[in-house]
């Protein structure tokens, strides 16, 4: 495609995703499908470009002002991934002038909230959060995710997966943490290849996939995935047991749950069960109090540490949205405690950064179920031979670990969980 129609196709689709009344990934989407006569070649451009834009959103507007054209032209412009040749062919001479003249500005010389990229609010609640690690935070956040994959142990073996992708020419390299888990280099097309259609392996980041290992779901046993959204937690526990037992993948939204039935025919895994619930208080699962052997709590949360893949989250996010997300983790992680049988293992998680949806719910919960023995996390990873278990968690005050994973510390999605044994 010539440059202008690729330049104004970036500046449409750009005005819709900042508009930001839905996730950037669905309205990029439908975009795709309104313009089928894009290209691959083209549509990855875009893709990377409005994502260019999301991470770096304030210090483009800051250089906006001074050009010229739309502003979403302009942050277009800033945003646009490829050659500098090729974007030249859309611009104006007044338009390369002001380009050139932005490329010269040292972002080191600007304000704070010009380097990081983020909310104030969010700001200063990671500089509370890391201290002085909140710089290589902030880096690490403005950087695309790494490509991982969870391989399917009911399936395959990881060294094996690793030949058959070196064959077609993908490099990929077991992840430091987890025992399943590779991480490929580039971002090639792995849905074409044999062994992703066999269901040897799934697309997954290594923290997701220590969330799931710390629920050491084993051979016939009950175990719950309460919030199991598309899946990919709940193909971890039913591949850790062998597909015996009963695995319920519950969650309110049917339309998530349908994304997992393709996934779930390629796994080859015969003992999960999808059930579309109403609330976190639905009488499907009041049935089942007191009967299951392990539960995962994958909350609904800010989704914060993920801002390496969903850049948009830190602009759709406020402080009110937070508190109600907690007071909605609360509820849901106290429904799901409901369902334990004496020695029963209770795992909560999120993907947020923030103490407000991890350390204080944890804390809350275990002040208010005496029931329930907080579970020393990094012993439990060193029980399931992870390496630098220790490095993994940190204790807030004298309690037991609890595991804390950061993208510029463990170069994966920011993750906290904790776990409890139900007495």
């Known amino acids: 495609m010539h440059p202008a129609p690729l330049l104004q196709a970036c500046t449409d689709l750009l005005a819709l995703v900042l508009k930001f009344d839905h996730p950037a990934d669905a309205v990029v989407g439908r975009f795709f499908r309104e313009h089928r006569s894009l290209g691959p070649r083209e549509r990855a451009t875009l893709t990377e470009s409005i994502y260019n834009v999301l991470r770096k959103k304030q210090l483009y507007e800051h250089f906006a002002p001074s050009g010229s054209g739309s502003k979403a032209r302009r942050m277009a412009i800033l945003g646009f991934h490829g050659e500098r040749d090729f974007l030249d062919g859309a611009l104006n001479d007044q338009e390369k002038s002001w380009l050139d003249a932005c490329a010269k500005i040292r972002t080191e010389d600007l304000m704070e909230r010009h380097q990081h990229n983020l909310p104030d609010w969010l700001a200063d609640l990671l500089k509370k959060e890391v201290g002085t690690g909140f710089w290589p935070l902030a880096r690490s956040l403005a950087e695309p995710g790494s490509l991982d994959l969870r391989v399917n142990p009911f399936k395959a073996k990881r060294e094996d997966v690793v030949k058959e992708l070196a064959r077609h020419g993908v490099r990929a390299q077991p992840t430091p943490y987890s025992p399943w888990g590779l991480r490929v280099e580039g971002k090639p097309n792995l849905t074409r290849l044999d062994a992703f ?4 392996f799934e697309v997954q980041d290594e923290g997701s996939q220590l969330l799931a290992l710390l629920v050491d779901a084993h051979r016939g046993e009950m175990v719950v995935d309460f919030c199991a959204g598309a899946g990919g937690k709940t193909l971890a526990l039913g591949a850790s047991m062998r597909s015996t037992g009963r695995l319920y993948a519950f969650d309110t939204s049917a339309h998530r ?5 393709p996934r779930l025919a390629r796994s080859g ?3 999960v069960h999808p059930v579309a619930i109403s ?4 009488d499907r699962i009041k049935r089942l109090a007191g009967k299951i052997d392990r539960v995962l709590v994958d909350a609904p949360c800010s989704g914060l540490g993920t801002l390496r893949r969903n850049p948009d989250l830190k602009w759709r996010q406020t402080p009110d949205s ?3 997300m907690a007071a909605l ?3 849901i992680l106290q429904s799901a405690s409901r369902l ?3 020695g029963g293992r209770l795992v909560y998680a999120t993907c947020s950064l923030l103490e407000q949806e991890n350390e204080q719910i944890a804390g809350q919960f275990s002040a208010q179920n005496l029931d329930f023995t907080p579970m020393d996390v990094a012993q439990v990873l060193e029980a399931l031979k992870v390496p630098y278990a220790q490095d993994l968690c940190r204790k ?6 609890q595991l804390r994973l950061w993208p510029h510390a463990h170069k994966v999605d920011g993750f906290f969980a904790a776990i409890w044994q139900k007495k």
């Open 257 to 261: 749950l349908d994304a997992l039935k």
């Open 396 to 401: 807030p005050g004298n309690g037991a670990s």
């Open 340 to 342: 334990l049988k004496p």
């Open 279 to 282: 609330h976190e208080r639905d």
């Open 197 to 200: 259609v066999r269901g040897d």
């Open 329 to 331: 983790q609360t509820s």
């Open 269 to 271: 895994l015969s003992n």
């Open 322 to 324: 937070i508190a109600q």
